[in-house]
């Protein structure tokens, strides 16, 4: 089970930290990801990161602004956002696989169910 929380109403320029709590005890040999999904629009890729969170991906939209983490002792996945932007708002999602390449989002095998992040002007 995937919980995110840590969503909000921000402006422009803001900063967030979103962290997604996984159950069970295998939590590092899973990839961890996050993807969000803005109105009308369809659910995109945002970052991953690997079991050990020696590797990390980002989509181009939010590379050099968003950073995920993970902290394996408390089965936890962050991703903290920075600089954010109106474009930003979506609802953001928390998912867990076992391959790192959790851009497929096919390889995702649980969700999180998504906490809102609204960015005005």
């Known amino acids: 089970q995937l919980v995110e929380s840590g969503g909000g109403l921000l402006q422009a320029g803001d900063s967030l930290r979103l962290s997604c709590a996984a159950s069970?005890?295998?939590?590092?040999?899973?990839?961890m990801g996050w993807f969000r999904q803005a109105p009308g629009k369809e659910r995109e890729f945002v970052a991953t990161i690997s079991g050990s969170g020696g590797s990390t991906k980002y989509a181009n939209s939010v590379k050099d602004r968003f950073t995920i983490s993970r902290d394996n002792a408390k089965n936890t996945v962050y991703l903290q956002m920075s600089s954010l932007k109106p474009e930003d708002t979506a609802v953001y999602y928390c998912a867990a696989g076992h391959t790192f390449s959790l851009w497929i989002q096919a390889y995702v095998a649980y969700w999180g169910q998504g906490t809102q992040v609204t960015v005005s002007s």
């Open positions: 069970g005890r295998t939590f590092s040999s899973y990839a």
